[in-house]
């Protein structure tokens, strides 16, 4: 067995490739509302759970809306958490955004559906019609169309569950052609290896979730899995983290590192701080200006423009093969 190759730090790699990472106008804001999820999944790079108790305060979540107001480039909103449909003042979030013209995206575990909030035990079986009525499109991640691999990543149930909640979806025109309705599903691998090809696995989920239980959806989104925090650790108990880190450094791909998500989407924690993506956050990089932690008080186009994306060694699982992003692929 040959030794691990020692990773060299993510600029480097940039450098020698010729790569710039400069920042864009942002056109998303992605928001962590909350860490409490219905589920506790072993990937999972935010270490949701049920006992999770962390949510963003009524204060974040207006001056959230505020920048979203004054900031045209801003057209998607990437809601996210844990469970984001678990944060009380979830709904109001949604409709706010949805009145300033704003594309919503929910991050949802379809599970929560099925499950009664883990604190009020409220029931969400509302949320389908919710979706719909205030057409928010919705992004699940589905690990696999078989029910071992995804029960392995996500816990004993959640394969049924999901597709029941995936059927919910569809009654209400989620994934229907011509109905307008978003409905796309993300795969991450169930170990330490890289996603297949994206278009591949889209045709496979497609034709084997259609066959098997009559599911529809519109696109599959393949997302490297990312070397930190409860996938770190697995990877670090099993021996396993130098292999992974030499796989991803192996991989690197320049045209997907020119088109990080980092470039275009201001990720935003609970507590207000901003950062270069969810990644990022979970580490604790925070934006920051003359050694000042920005805020989303402190929110500021131009500001964000002149400051310097921060790297570290997990961007090499955003660069591997085709590319990952909360979007994706990307590139081929």
Do not use: W
Not at 323 to 331: F, K, L, Q, R
């Amino acid at each position: 067995m040959t030794d691990a190759v020692p990773i060299p730090k993510f600029e480097k790699t940039l450098s020698a490739h010729q790569i710039d990472l400069m920042r864009s106008a942002p056109q998303t804001l992605q928001l962590n509302i909350t860490k409490m999820c219905n589920q506790a999944c072993v990937h999972c790079h935010v270490d949701s759970s049920p006992r999770r108790k962390e949510q963003m305060s009524d204060d974040v979540l207006a001056q959230c809306l505020s920048v979203l107001k004054k900031t045209p480039s801003i057209t998607h909103v990437d809601i996210t958490g844990g469970a984001p449909e678990l944060h009380p003042k979830f709904r109001y979030l949604v409709e706010e955004a949805r009145a300033l013209g704003k594309t919503v995206l929910v991050r949802h575990n379809l599970t929560v559906t099925m499950d009664p909030h883990p604190k009020t035990k409220e029931s969400l079986s509302y949320l389908p019609e919710y979706f719909r009525d205030h057409q928010v499109e919705v992004v699940s991640s589905l690990p696999y169309y078989q029910e071992f691999f995804t029960d392995k990543q996500r816990g004993s149930g959640v394969f049924q569950k999901s597709i029941e909640s995936l059927r919910q979806l569809n009654a209400v025109g989620y994934g229907k052609p011509g109905s307008g309705l978003i409905l796309n599903l993300v795969y991450n691998p169930a170990g330490a290896f890289l996603p297949a090809p994206q278009a591949d696995l889209e045709r496979d989920y497609k034709k084997e979730l259609k066959a098997k239980f009559d599911i529809e959806f519109n696109s599959l989104f393949a997302i490297t899995n990312m070397p930190i925090h409860r996938f770190r650790f697995q990877l670090k108990k099993a021996g396993g983290y130098d292999p992974y880190m030499n796989k991803l450094l192996n991989a690197f791909n320049p045209s997907a590192a020119k088109s990080v998500m980092c470039r275009s989407i201001i990720s935003v924690s609970y507590d207000g701080f901003l950062y270069d993506c969810d990644f990022n956050q979970m580490l604790g990089m925070h934006i920051e200006n003359d050694a000042h932690r920005l805020s989303i008080a402190d929110f500021d186009v131009n500001t964000l423009l002149n400051l310097k994306i921060k790297t570290a060694e997990h961007c090499y699982g955003c660069t591997a093969g085709s590319g990952s992003s909360c979007g994706g692929n990307t590139a081929n």
